[in-house]
């Protein structure tokens, strides 16, 4: 009996010892949920800029107390002179110096930038019977400057027009026309020659109701009357020789000759100008 006790107590040692060194089985993890994607951030959109909403320019805005025209500021005169009629060249160049915008700045600086102070603009071409009439000694009742001025103002409603026109005007001491705007060459040679600039601006106001011309016989007289009593040069008309443009279309892209063109017109202008605007 005690042998048979030992052995069971033996037997019993063993399958402890093994049940002891067996690994438990491993455990599955348990799943995990499959974790969706995340979507890729949108950029944020950049707000669309808004259009630039243009201001009113206030002299195009309310009362209209002078209506602005200026007509001087397409072609530039280029003249020759030699001795006889037969040595004379002209011609006239299109330019684009902004001399038209000029006469409007000239008059608001003489009006104090008054606010009711408008350009007027015009249909292109509706000068043309004022500058070239059909004939001299008859003028077709369509060229008159007051008559063109109504044709296209309708709707302006301005207390009073002011035009600046250009004309052609002859030189001192000769018979030589200079027409316009422009610069001349005079003289024989290479060493007699000399060169001038020329402005002939005139300023015409009319009635904005009745369309009649405003006259104004002695204005500017005494300004007139001692530029022309003076006894040196006008240093703005002196041009050096090397300035004249040959060929004459050479004139539009001289950056010299424009400045000093307009230099000139502005002078003539700032001159001319007190006596149309004293009683506005």
Known sequence: MVRIAVSLIALL?????????????PTAAPAQAATPAKPAAKKAAKPKAKPITKLPVAAESGPCRLGVISVIG???SVQKFGLTIFENEASEIPIDWGLDDLVFARVRAA???DPAVRRIAYPRGVFEPF??????????PGEPLPVIVRSFTANAHCERYLVATTFKAELPNSHMTLNGIGTY??????ILRHSHLFANVAITMIDGRSYEEIKRPFVNFGANFAASMRLTEDPLTKLDNSLFPDPPAAASAN?????????LVADRLDRGLPGYLKED
């Open 13 to 25: 040692s063993l399958l402890t010892s093994a049940v002891a060194q067996t690994p438990p089985a």
């Open 74 to 76: 397409e072609h530039y």
């Open 111 to 113: 009006t104090g930038n």
């Open 131 to 140: 500058y070239n009439p059909k004939t001299i000694l008859i003028r077709d």
């Open 185 to 190: 060459n005079q003289g024989i040679g290479g």
């Open 255 to 263: 950056t010299t000759l424009r400045e000093r063109t307009r230099a």
